[in-house]
Nanobody
Framework: QVQLVESGGGLVQPGGSLRLSCAAS????????MDWYRQAPGKQRELVAA?????????NYADSVKGRFTISRDNAKNTVYLQMNSLKPEDTAVYYCKLAIQKDIFTTIQDYWGQGTQVTVSS
C-alpha cells in the first residue's frame, strides 16, 4: 500500500507564507511526478504546481501562483513541498498532493492523492 500524508495548512494573513508537505510511504519503487492541486468552494480542482521527475526535474506553475509559490522535493524522504509566499485571499482552498508512483517493477504507474489540507488566507 501507498499512503500520502499532508501537513502544513492553516490560517494566514494576506501577504503571509505557508509551507505544505506531502510525504509518501509504503511500497514505492519509483516516483515519476509530484503535483499540488487546490480546490476552492464551488470551483473545480486546479493544478497549482508540478514536478516531472527525470534526470533534470522540470517544474510548472499555474499563472496565478508564478513567482509566489515554489514546488520542491526531497527524494530521500519521498516528500514534496509547496512553499507559498505573498499569499492572497484567492489562494484560500483545500490543497491536495498527487504523486505518480510505481509500486514495483511488475505494476503500472498509478496516481495517489493526499487527504487534503485547508489553507485559509484572511485578515
Amino acid at each position: 500500500q501507498v499512503q500520502l500524508v499532508e501537513s502544513g495548512g492553516g490560517l494566514v494573513q494576506p501577504g503571509g507564507s505557508l509551507r505544505l508537505s506531502c510525504a509518501a510511504s509504503g511500497s514505492i519503487f519509483n516516483i515519476y511526478a509530484m503535483d499540488w492541486y487546490r480546490q476552492a468552494p464551488g470551483k473545480q480542482r486546479e493544478l497549482v504546481a508540478a514536478i516531472t521527475i527525470t534526470s533534470i526535474d522540470s517544474t510548472n506553475y499555474a499563472d496565478s501562483v508564478k513567482g509566489r509559490f515554489t514546488i520542491s522535493r526531497d527524494n530521500a524522504k519521498n516528500t514534496v513541498y509547496l512553499q507559498m509566499n505573498s499569499l492572497k485571499p484567492e489562494d484560500t482552498a483545500v490543497y491536495y498532493c498527487k504523486l505518480a508512483i510505481q509500486k514495483d517493477i511488475f505494476t503500472t504507474i498509478q496516481d495517489y492523492w493526499g487527504q487534503g489540507t485547508q489553507v485559509t488566507v484572511s485578515s
